[in-house]
């Protein structure tokens, strides 16, 4: 059955907002092709220093390598329309596989509230206990009382899905499930 979803319309200050945000982003991207200042840094000395030892002027410094960590937002507030005794809205954000929120229906929403409108480029969601879901809908909105709009849609979950999407700013990010053959189970709702 095709859902009808609503054209997304954005405001000239929506596409000023996103443009800031695109430019801030190439700008980002261009400074990290910038040669690298560790390349140029001579070789780690062979062992460490002992008592009494100093350093000197020829000897190299030991640099430690750069952590790279993936951005991810922060847990924040979830919600749900319902729930089942047990597996409330939060289970499905503590980062705990064996943790799920179930809904007491077969249809019905789970909600992640950001305190600030934050830009989204990446959805993660998995089901527990099997693929009961087959028809869901993530959607966005700007403020807290605003317009939900589609972000995207689709009939599986599964085990896990991390879908890609274009960066975009939202102040909510809702999980709308539109049909599942029982109560939904989602051990995961995350976004980065």
Do not use: C, N
């Amino acid at each position: 059955m095709p859902l009808p979803f609503i054209p997304l319309i954005l405001t000239p200050l929506v596409f000023a907002v996103a443009k800031k945000v695109a430019d801030k982003a190439q700008a980002e991207a261009d400074a990290a092709k910038a040669p690298d200042a560790a390349a140029e840094i001579p070789e780690v000395s062979p062992g460490p220093l002992t008592t009494g030892e100093t350093e000197t002027e020829d000897a190299p410094v030991a640099v430690p390598e750069p952590i790279i960590l993936e951005a991810t937002l922060p847990l924040f507030p979830l919600t749900a329309s319902s729930i089942t005794d047990g597996h409330d809205a939060v289970q499905a954000g503590d980062g705990d596989p064996e943790t799920f929120w179930q809904s007491a229906e077969s249809r019905g929403w789970l909600q992640l509230s950001l305190p600030t409108m934050q830009e989204v480029q990446r959805v993660t969601l998995s089901e527990a206990g099997g693929e009961q879901i087959q028809l869901f809908a993530v959607e966005y909105r700007l403020t807290d009382d605003g317009q939900w709009r589609t972000l995207f849609a689709g009939e599986k979950i599964g085990a896990l899905l991390v879908e890609e999407v274009p960066p975009t700013l939202a102040q909510a990010i809702r999980l709308q499930i539109l049909a599942s053959d029982a109560p939904p189970a989602i051990a995961e709702f995350a976004v980065a």
